[in-house]
């Protein structure tokens, strides 16, 4: 169980990001992870809810897409997806693959707005 | 300025695998193969390694850093035989770089020739962590069974070699060679398999001319010209 590692990570990602857009409030976390990720969407969602509310983004919320364990063949060039993690290429049969997709937590982007808004005005 | 949306396509471990290129490339200099090993509680990381510094007999310098949810009993074991530092975890289900270079710090050691990370026994989280070895090493015990491959693939696929443990019980467990070992060439063609017994002696000098080779394959990148 290392999502909360995983976790604390990703708040060190997102407000590096957020900080390239100056004074924001984080308001939404997109990840991708695949079957190599060695992370389960519910148990990372449940360790996002728990940090969160003490983190630099308490406003977050996390949404997580699972995305399919790719590969690129470097014998013949084509690109496959990898099921039941047998990693052979169906076209030529080489074995020799590189990962393309799947196998990391991958930061996807955030959703942000202006941390002091515009001050309404009373009619 | 409104509510927008920044992309980025960063991997989340992307720091930590920086820091642990960098811990590498250190250790690389000064000569030293990491070894990083994996497994479930059990398979025989320590006896592995009590047997690997009993082949070399004093010949190869090494060290040990081992890690544990709560004791130094695999650490009291090694110290005999190299130096070695405990890294406990305090119940945490793997290392992580920060923990290995404390422990490094704390060896006091010259540089060694082999520098052994027995992970936390737990074939998912470590895994995931890249501690800054040259190699990372599982080892599959023959009482787990061969079907574990394709049931703990990332620790598989992200693995140089296989070590398959306790085959002096072979004649006693439903455990066929073959089986763990074209299931663990499935999800890593490229993996090295090294049948061992700690108990009989059988594969531990073939793992220890492995480790050699590696150490060998190490100090001749190493005097390679590096591109700027």
Known sequence: MHEYSLVRALFGEVDKLAATAGEVLVKEVRVQVGPLSAVEPLLLCSAFTNLVPRSSIPDAELIVTEVPLTAECLACGHGCEIIGFRFRCPRCESTRLRVTGGDIMLLESITVEPRHAAPEILS | MNVHTIHASRDVMADAKAAAAK??????????????????????????????????????????????????????????????????????????????????????????????????????????????????????????????????????????????????????????????????????????????????????????????????????????????
């Open chain 2, 23 to 228: 811990f590498r490339d250190e250790r690389s200099r000064a000569g030293t193969l990491v070894v990083n090993l994996l497994s479930s509680p059990g398979a025989g990381k320590t006896s592995l390694l009590e047997a690997t510094a009993r082949h070399f007999n004093a010949r190869r310098s090494m060290a040990a850093l081992v890690g544990d949810l709560a004791t130094d009993r695999d650490a009291q074991r090694l110290v005999r035989w190299m130096p070695a530092v405990q890294l406990t975890t305090g119940g945490a289900c793997h290392l992580e770089l920060p923990l290995v270079e404390r422990g490094y710090e704390a060896l006091e050691t010259d540089a060694v020739s082999f520098l052994f990370i027995e992970n936390v026994g737990n074939l998912v989280c470590p895994s995931s962590h890249d501690l800054g070895e040259h190699l990372r090493v599982v080892v599959l015990s023959t009482t787990e069974g061969d079907d574990k491959p394709g049931k703990y693939p990332k620790a598989f696929r992200t693995s140089q070699a296989l070590v398959i443990s306790k085959t002096d019980l072979l004649p006693y467990v439903p455990f066929s060679l073959d089986a763990a070992t074209k299931d663990a060439r499935l999800i890593q063609p490229e993996i090295a398999v090294l049948p061992t017994s700690t108990i009989n002696g059988e594969g531990i000098a073939a793992w220890c001319e492995f480790l050699e080779a590696q150490h060998i394959c190490l100090m001749n990148s190493r005097d390679e010209p590096t591109n700027p």
